[in-house]
Nanobody, 122 residues
Framework: VQLQASGGGEVQAGASMTLSCAASGLAFNNHVMGWFRQVPGKEREFVAAINWNGANKYFSDSVKGRFTISRDNEKRTAYLQMNSLKAEDTAVYYC????????????????WGKGTQVTVSS
C-alpha cells in the first residue's frame, strides 16, 4: 500500500492550499480516507476524514469551517482543501487510509503516507 501526499509548501497566513493523496495497492473505494498532522514535540492530531462515497465527512474543531475533505474514487485520490490558513496549521500532514471507521472512532489508521510539510508564515 502506498499513500503519496503532495501539495505541501509554504504560504502566508490567510492563504489557501490543497493537499492531494494518491493511493495505490488497496481497494480505494472500500477505505475511509483521512488526514492527520503533527508538529515536532507534540502529539499527532486528527484533522479530517471522509467515508467511502464522500457522504460523511469529519473534521477536528480546530479546522472545522476552514478545511474541506473530498475524494475522487476513479482517480484513487483524496484531497484536503485548506482555507484561511493560520500559523498554527503549520505541521507535517499525513494521509491515512483504513478499511474500518477507526480513523474517526479511534483516531488511528491502518495505512500511513510519508507526510508533506505545510508551513504557514504570519
Amino acid at each position: 500500500v502506498q499513500l503519496q501526499a503532495s501539495g505541501g509548501g509554504e504560504v502566508q497566513a490567510g492563504a489557501s492550499m490543497t493537499l492531494s493523496c494518491a493511493a495505490s495497492g488497496l481497494a480505494f473505494n472500500n477505505h475511509v480516507m483521512g488526514w492527520f498532522r503533527q508538529v515536532p514535540g507534540k502529539e499527532r492530531e486528527f484533522v479530517a476524514a471522509i467515508n467511502w462515497n464522500g457522504a460523511n465527512k469529519y473534521f477536528s474543531d480546530s479546522v472545522k469551517g476552514r478545511f474541506t475533505i473530498s475524494r475522487d474514487n476513479e482517480k484513487r485520490t483524496a484531497y484536503l482543501q485548506m482555507n484561511s490558513l493560520k500559523a498554527e496549521d503549520t505541521a507535517v500532514y499525513y494521509c491515512v487510509a483504513d478499511p474500518s471507521p477507526a480513523i474517526v472512532t479511534k483516531r488511528s489508521a491502518m495505512y500511513w503516507g510519508k507526510g508533506t510539510q505545510v508551513t504557514v508564515s504570519s
